[in-house]
């Protein structure tokens, strides 16, 4: 019940996979069953109902999930303009964001293979794999503009890019993909999710940026807009670069490791207020107006508890729910638990239990 005794919580523990076919939950299903068999459908007359949980969580985030396509879009179409202000070449701008959408299509269709699928936290991956692929082609369109410009043709060109990339390309993005592996170690499904989409995605683009790409340009080659404007480039200094390299000058030095102690004395300082966590009540990758954290904010207002709260399931053998080496250790690990710092309170069967005994034993009395 609530502190004001109007509202009143009902729980529904969940299992991850049904246990009778082993189909992994409908987040996105179950989510708009509670919508329309429960909210829409008993919320009426002056009864509001909120849902709150990991499951609806996830089922918002699912529902809105579609909206992404408008931010790869987005994407796509800002990173063509910065590639083709870099290149000046149509071909530049187009065989990079070529290999890396292609890079992120063998992604998914992997997983999809391999049993995965993207969820609510790794939709963010297939982003992921589109930067990465389009910093190693930046690399490929560099070295090929390098050597075309030196006047050998495609064909040369993209064979001693291939020659000069491939080996510190291929050990960075090995390297990218030991970093993700070693999420797996991490023992929370999600993270692990996230590694092996991650490390597929990386090791897809060795084949698309590192083998296809130098491949298309053999064929396609670059402009010569493209060309003369990567010569004039080698030959000339930008101003930025121009300027950072002035602050190495000796009479520029002491000037620029006071500015750079500052900054770091300035980071401490801040740094000490710097906090771990979730920083506002509900869920962070919501609005805070959205209506999944509205609910929660009605559960943190009208109950002495949060909306986290965890479910632990005990399996027993059939029929030894209620044996006495079970429940003490129920009762030993909700005693445990209790005296943990920050959880607010332990119920397990053992404590109704005991209460229905002594309610039965007074009653006798």
């Not at 459908?41 to 949980?53: N, V």
């Not at 005991?354 to 034993?361: I, Q, Y």
Request: hydrophobic share 45%; aromatic share 8%; with cysteine.
């Amino acid at each position: 019940m609530a502190n004001d005794f109007r509202s009143s919580i009902v729980q529904a523990p969940l299992f991850d996979r049904d246990p009778r076919t082993g189909e992994p939950l409908d987040y996105l299903a179950l989510s708009q069953m509670l919508e329309t068999e429960v909210r829409d459908k008993f919320q009426r007359h002056g009864i509001r109902i909120h849902i709150t949980g990991f499951a609806k969580m996830i089922g918002d985030l699912l529902e809105v999930s579609p909206r992404s396509l408008c931010f790869a879009v987005i994407t796509v179409v800002n990173t063509a303009a910065l590639l083709f202000l870099y290149s000046r070449s149509l071909s530049g701008t187009l065989l990079p964001l070529l290999c890396s959408i292609v890079a992120v299509i063998w992604q998914l269709g992997l997983l999809t293979l391999l049993g995965y699928g993207l969820n609510a936290y790794s939709i963010l991956i297939p982003f992921l794999v589109f930067a990465i692929g389009v910093s190693h082609g930046v690399q490929i369109i560099n070295g090929t503009a390098e050597h075309l410009a030196a006047g050998r043709s495609r064909y040369d060109s993209a064979r001693f890019c291939f020659r000069n990339i491939y080996s510190p390309g291929m050990t960075a993005l090995i390297s990218d993909a030991m970093g993700f592996i070693t999420m797996l170690l991490i023992e929370i499904q999600v993270i692990k999710d996230l590694g092996i989409a991650a490390s597929v995605g990386v090791a897809v683009i060795i084949l698309t940026n590192l083998v296809l790409l130098p491949t298309l340009l053999s064929y396609i080659g670059m402009s010569r807009r493209g060309v003369g404007h990567a010569q004039r480039r080698q030959q000339g200094e930008a101003p930025h670069w121009r300027l950072l390299s002035a602050t190495v000058r000796p009479t520029l030095v002491p000037v620029s490791l006071l500015l750079a102690l500052a900054l770091a004395v300035g980071g401490w300082h801040m740094g000490r207020d710097q906090q771990i966590g979730d920083l506002d009540p509900g869920a962070p990758e919501l609005h805070p107006d959205s209506r999944y954290n509205r609910d929660v904010a009605f559960i943190n207002n009208n109950y002495s508890t949060s909306s986290d709260v965890l479910v632990v399931m005990v399996e027993t053998p059939p029929q030894q729910c209620s044996s006495y080496n079970n429940m003490t250790l129920i009762d030993r690990f909700a005693w445990h638990m209790k005296n943990v710092e920050g959880v607010a309170d332990s119920i397990a069967m053992t404590t109704v239990s005991r209460l229905v005994l002594d309610a039965a034993t007074t009653k006798a009395t």
